[in-house]
Every structure is written in structure tokens, then in C-alpha cells.
């Protein structure tokens, strides 16, 4: 069998320290050691600059074991390639060493949602995966990843996607190996009072693990959040595998980073269990 192709990082040197050391030491200074670590089925992350939303994503991971499978689902921001996409031929390269793909975890959800796509491309120059992986890193080097990237807003598809992933593990995995990652940033360049309003309705939503609620509001109060997609999906997998509780595990937003509290983005870290 050919070796899979190296993904290299895109962000290296921008959202992240670029050497090894450097980013052992960033990632470190995010994360909180002494948390206990919940045995959770999901987690929904930032992907900001880690200047930004590192403390976020440092918290959130603190607060979770990591599984042997790890399966990130993510927005589509450059637009390139298949609206539904996997990247599972290939290992993905960070600073801090190789991520290996999850080929059995991958063909299995394949099997299980036809509209589904081999595609580098889509994961070629896209952040929102990449600059989750340190944060497990840092804690494990054992375990595979399936990077799942999203562009597409379609409800029932995404619902589809999601009943495909609860399908593939537990044909392919056992449900307390997986881990699901979701990658969202929330509300986008409005002042911190609105971000904050239209993130709390957002994340009610979720922690109620009502799908089809934070779609709604979503797109009846204009929330900007790039990543619900992912989440929707990590929704209604989680329900199906046995998740009967989202907590919020820390929300900040750019504004208490630069002082501009007029255009914030926020950023919010939540445990699935």
C-alpha cells in the first residue's frame, strides 16, 4: 500500500508559532493542567489566531480526554473543493510532528454517506482543522485524525452527515474511542454587547442539543457564527451516540485581547458528553 501524502501546515507562522519548542511553549501557556478531564463525546473549539482564541481551545481541551480516533469537522473558508469532503489518505504535519489518517473510520463513513468526497483540495489552504490539532498534541501522541471540512448550509444534509458519523462508529470503532471536534468561531465584527446577545442565543441552542433551534436563530438573527454548520453535525452525531450533556466550558471575544470592543469576534469552547 503507497504512504499517504503529507499535508502540510498552512497557518504555520501566523495563527501559531512556526518550530516545534515555540509552539510547545505557546500551546502550554493556554492550556490548564490540573482540570479534570471529562470522558466526552464532543467538543466544539475556536480557530482564531491562537493569540486570540488560544486560551479558548487551551481550556477546552484541558477538559477532555483525547480518544484514539479523532474526527474534526470544520467550515469550508477558501471556498476550493467538494462541498462535503475527508482528507484520509493523507497524514497531516504540524510543528509538533504527524497526525495519521483514519483510513478505517474514514471508508466507513464513506459507505454510509454517498455525497461524501475523497478531496484534498478543500483541505489544501483551510485553517479551521489545522490549528485544533496542537491543542491534542500537546496532550497525546496517540491517536488518528479524520478531518471532515463543510461548505455547504444545507439542514438536511448536514443531519445526514451527522446520522453517517454515529452510523460509521459504531461499525468501525466502539463509541468510547471517538472523539468529534467541531470548529466555530461565533459572531463575527460586531460590538461586544450584540456578539454577546446573539452568542448566548447560539449557544442555548447547543447546550439544549436542538439542531434545528440553533439553525433558526442562526439565520433569523443574522448570526454570523462560520462554523454551525460543523456543529449541527456534531449535534446530531453525539444524540445518537448517547450525548445528554453540552457544557460551556469558557467564552471570550477578540475585544478583550486588543481593547476594540466595537467589531469582536467571539469565540466559545464547549464539552459534549
Not at 35 to 40: E, F, N
Not at 44 to 57: D, E, K, Q, T, V
Not at 82 to 99: D, H, I, M
Request: with cysteine; charged share 20%.
Amino acid at each position: 500500500m503507497d504512504e499517504p501524502l503529507v499535508r502540510k501546515p498552512a497557518v504555520a507562522g501566523r495563527f501559531y508559532q512556526a518550530s516545534g519548542a515555540a509552539l510547545r511553549r505557546q500551546v502550554g501557556s493556554f492550556v490548564v493542567k490540573d482540570l479534570p478531564k471529562a470522558d466526552a463525546i464532543g467538543c466544539i473549539l475556536p480557530h482564531a489566531g491562537y493569540m486570540y482564541s488560544g486560551s479558548i481551545a487551551g481550556r477546552t481541551v484541558s477538559a477532555l480526554k483525547v480518544r484514539p480516533h479523532l474526527l474534526l469537522l470544520g467550515p469550508n473558508h477558501t471556498g476550493m473543493g467538494a462541498p462535503f469532503s475527508v482528507s484520509s489518505r493523507q497524514s497531516w504535519e504540524t510543528p509538533l510532528g504527524k497526525c495519521e489518517p483514519d483510513r478505517g473510520l474514514a471508508d466507513a463513513l464513506i459507505a454510509e454517506c454517498p455525497f461524501l468526497q475523497e478531496d484534498r483540495q478543500a483541505h489544501l489552504a483551510e485553517h479551521s482543522l489545522e490549528v485544533e490539532l496542537p491543542f491534542f498534541q500537546y496532550f497525546s501522541d496517540d491517536f488518528r485524525i479524520l478531518p471532515v471540512c463543510i461548505g455547504s448550509e444545507d439542514f438536511v444534509k448536514l443531519q445526514e452527515l451527522g446520522r453517517a458519523i454515529a452510523a460509521a462508529v459504531d461499525k468501525a470503532a466502539s463509541r468510547d474511542s471517538v472523539l468529534i471536534a467541531a470548529s466555530s468561531d461565533m459572531t463575527h465584527y460586531e460590538d461586544s454587547r450584540s456578539a454577546k446577545e446573539k452568542d448566548d442565543a447560539a449557544l442555548e441552542a447547543i447546550v439544549s442539543f436542538d439542531a434545528k433551534e440553533l439553525y433558526r436563530r442562526v439565520h433569523e438573527k443574522g448570526i454570523s457564527m462560520c462554523g454551525y454548520a460543523p456543529v449541527i453535525v456534531l449535534l446530531t452525531a453525539a444524540g445518537l451516540l448517547g450525548a445528554r450533556c453540552a457544557k460551556v466550558v469558557a467564552y471570550s471575544n477578540s475585544g478583550m485581547v486588543n481593547g476594540d470592543n466595537s467589531s469582536v469576534v467571539g469565540y466559545a469552547g464547549v464539552v459534549i458528553s
